[in-house]
């Protein structure tokens, strides 16, 4: 059965690929025509910018994260979904002409519908905030040429750059690192400001006299360094400036000395009245940015973009060398996030909208599309594209040992996939409510199963769920179940446990000769819900999401690996992804049910922590305020690497035999107790 799952994806995948091959022919001499017309709008649109966009040279400074996020970067081209396969990128093949004509001039400053991703500095955002900008039509899939503000000029952009706005100006598109700007090396103190306001309207304080991009560009020219004189007070605006000036007014509501509106940032004064000028280096208020919009009528909702924070520490190495400055950046970068979680996430909204939603990098990369859309269908996204998922935390992840032990261990060649077990009904009462938290191995089951356990008054604290098992509050009203897919993992000493059978639900005590005691199994989880639905329980799935390299390195070190694990572990994700899709929100909402399956990162509670946990409970309907100790287990698998791994394309799932653990860390980050 699940062999035909498997097979079935790869059937799907064939006609597409034949398709896809002429496409690609027909893409490659489309791009040997337009690469010189692009190149020389390309050298045309420099000349005109006169300096080098801000991305462009805060990259150029800080070489390690470059290739980073180039890999976190690339899109797929073309609206293909259902497509599993890697695609090899010929990224400039796939460049569009520059359209003939200049930009037509704004009407409009302000979107309708405005997302803005904030995550800490290399979170990957710009992974997010290209694929959510190819979702919403706002941008391309293989790239867009944007109008440069103020200028007749278009520059191309190959994935989102800080913002995008779709033409007919309904959906806008941002992303902002916390901070962001300069390197903070040089910068001393921490500058707050109230809200990213639109571009047009935005401007450097040293140089408001210019466009933001270009302002920055002088200053990142500069070293960082503000020029010896002042702005002029008479600028010389075009007609065109003094146009937007008065749209940033009237329509945006930007005017120094205004007792009902705010700026944003800094008012500007004299003949900057109108813009908001900003610093070098700055962080976002999220929750005041989100009130900014609110207040002028737009739409908007806040992405918090969780990343594992010794991950992409790692990558902020680069932007700020100064470390205690670079720990109160990160502290504080989690402080508004928390608290825009806290005042606009689900549990506060009172029905209203939910206007900051927490993404998790680690759980894009392992639930891929069937998590993705369900965002999509969160911020009212209609659409089906799955971008090039990359996953760019694996070259930081310390390889164990385990995987290479693949040769000593034996295993049934006789194994059949797929048998499946039907449950019989069991003579235990069966709970109102049923949590079960699921998860590949060594995913967080163990850590959350028990949070939840407690929480709902299963178990006293400091008492253990061990998975597989299941425990009932005194009056049956509540059970909290724990069990990982597989159930348990492939060992030397036990060959008869390398066999594994399906099993439509998790029953306990089930009596059919299967025991969850002693076999090797996995559950199907959607029928698994299936299961408990139809006898009258009111079931939720909580699926722990950890990093994947990271979960089979902790793995490693009690299970025996070998290549059939990553094989397994797709089964997992297979079933949980097709549980997500038949009972996760957009089904939810569509057959005016409960949300049955809730992914959850493993990392974002290391980060949000009670912010985080306490929106769980929400969702599960669990009143309470139990906050365990979040001790992050991640740290000692991420290691420093070297420069060369970097630029290295390392392919994924195919474990290497690399022996040497590089400057392995652990650290644990012990934290705040409630
Ligand atoms: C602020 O601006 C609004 C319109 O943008 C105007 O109605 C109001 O009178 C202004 N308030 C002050 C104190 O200038
Ligand atoms: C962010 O803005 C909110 C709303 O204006 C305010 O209550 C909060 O104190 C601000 N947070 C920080 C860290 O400045
Ligand atoms: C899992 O269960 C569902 C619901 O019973 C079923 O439709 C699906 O085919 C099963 N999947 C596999 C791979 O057995
Ligand atoms: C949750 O618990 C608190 C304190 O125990 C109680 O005051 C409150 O009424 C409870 N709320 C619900 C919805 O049960």
Not at 17 to 40: C, E
Not at 141 to 149: D, F, I, L, S, Y
Not at 595 to 600: L, M, N, S, T
Not at 648 to 661: A, F, I, L, M, S
Request: aromatic residues 8%.
């Amino acid at each position: 059965m699940i062999t035909n799952v498997v097979e079935g994806q790869r059937n799907r995948k064939a006609p597409s690929k034949a398709a896809d091959f002429n496409k690609r022919i027909s893409v490659i001499l489309l791009g040997l025509i337009l690469h010189q017309a692009y190149y020389l709008g390309f050298v045309h649109t420099k000349i005109h910018e006169s300096t080098t966009d801000h991305e462009k040279l805060v990259k150029s400074r800080t070489r390690p994260t470059s290739d980073q996020q180039e890999s976190e970067r690339p899109m797929k081209r073309g609206h293909r979904p259902e497509v599993y396969e890697q695609q090899k990128r010929s990224s400039f093949l796939a460049k569009p002409s520059m359209p003939p004509k200049p930009p037509p001039p704004k009407q409009k400053l302000l979107p309708k519908r405005l997302i803005t991703i904030f995550g800490a500095e290399s979170s990957g955002t710009t992974f997010l905030s290209t694929a959510l900008g190819v979702a919403t039509g706002a941008f391309a899939a293989e790239g867009k040429w944007q109008p440069v503000p103020l200028s007749s000029t278009w520059k191309f952009e190959k994935g989102v750059d800080r913002r995008v706005m779709s033409d007919d100006g309904e959906w806008e598109i941002q992303h902002i690192s916390l901070p962001w700007g300069w390197n903070c090396a040089t910068h001393e103190t921490l500058d707050i400001v109230e809200a990213l306001i639109p571009e047009e309207c935005s401007r450097n304080e040293y140089y408001p006299q210019y466009t933001l991009r270009k302002g920055d560009g002088i200053l990142f020219k500069n070293k960082g360094r503000p020029p010896n004189t002042p702005p002029p007070t008479h600028p010389d605006f075009t007609l065109e400036e003094k146009r937007i000036l008065d749209m940033c007014q009237n329509e945006v509501h930007i005017r120094n000395n205004n007792g009902t509106w705010s700026c944003g940032a800094k008012c500007g004064s004299g003949a900057y009245d109108g813009f908001a000028l900003y610093p070098k280096r700055f962080s976002v208020n999220i929750s005041s940015h989100i009130d900014w919009y609110v207040s002028r009528g737009v739409d908007i909702t806040a992405i918090l973009s969780v990343r594992d924070r010794n991950i992409h520490m790692k990558g902020k190495m680069a932007h700020c060398r100064n470390e205690a400055l670079r720990e109160k950046e990160e502290d504080l970068a989690l402080q508004l996030m928390d608290e825009a979680l806290d005042r606009y996430g689900k549990r506060r909204s009172n029905g209203d909208k939910e206007r900051a939603i927490v993404v998790s990098y680690e759980g894009l990369m392992g639930m891929k599309e069937a998590y993705l859309f369900e965002l999509y269908h969160q911020l009212g996204i209609n659409s089906r594209y799955a971008p090039e998922f990359k996953d760019g935390n694996a070259k930081y992840v310390t390889k164990q040992k385990g995987l290479q032990e693949s040769d000593a261990i034996k295993i049934s060649k006789t194994t059949e996939l797929g048998e499946s077990i039907v449950q019989m009904p069991t003579k235990d009462l069966l709970p109102r409510r049923l949590i079960s938290v699921i998860g590949l191995q060594s995913s967080g089951v163990k850590f959350l199963s028990n949070v939840l356990a407690v929480a709902t008054g299963t178990i006293p604290d400091g008492r253990n769920l061990v998975a597989p098992a299941s425990v009932q509050s005194d009056v049956v009203e509540w059970e909290v179940q724990s069990f990982r897919l597989p159930s348990r993992c492939r060992c030397k000493s036990d060959e008869e446990l390398n066999e594994w059978r399906v099993v439509e639900a998790y029953v306990p005590s089930g009596n059919d000769g299967f025991s969850p005691d002693r076999d090797r199994f996995i559950v199907n989880i959607t029928s698994h819900i299936e299961w408990y639905l139809s006898r009258g329980v009111d079931i939720t799935v909580v699926v722990s999401m950890r990093d994947r390299t990271i979960s089979t390195a902790a793995k490693a070190q009690y299970c025996c690996l070998d290549e059939s694990t990553p094989k397994e572990d797709e089964v997992a994700l297979a079933f949980i992804k097709d549980a997500i899709k038949r009972y996760g929100i957009q089904s939810a909402s569509e057959n005016s049910d409960s949300v049955r399956v809730i992914p959850v990162s493993y990392e974002a509670m290391m980060e949000l922590k009670d912010t985080y946990l306490f929106e769980l409970y929400h969702q599960l309907g669990i009143n309470s305020t139990y906050a365990p100790a979040f001790k992050d287990a991640n740290g000692k698998y991420v290691t420093d690497i070297k420069k060369e791994d970097l630029k290295k394309e390392t392919p994924r799932r195919r474990p290497t035999n690399g022996k040497k653990v590089v400057g392995a860390r652990s650290k644990e980050v012990l934290s705040k107790m409630v």
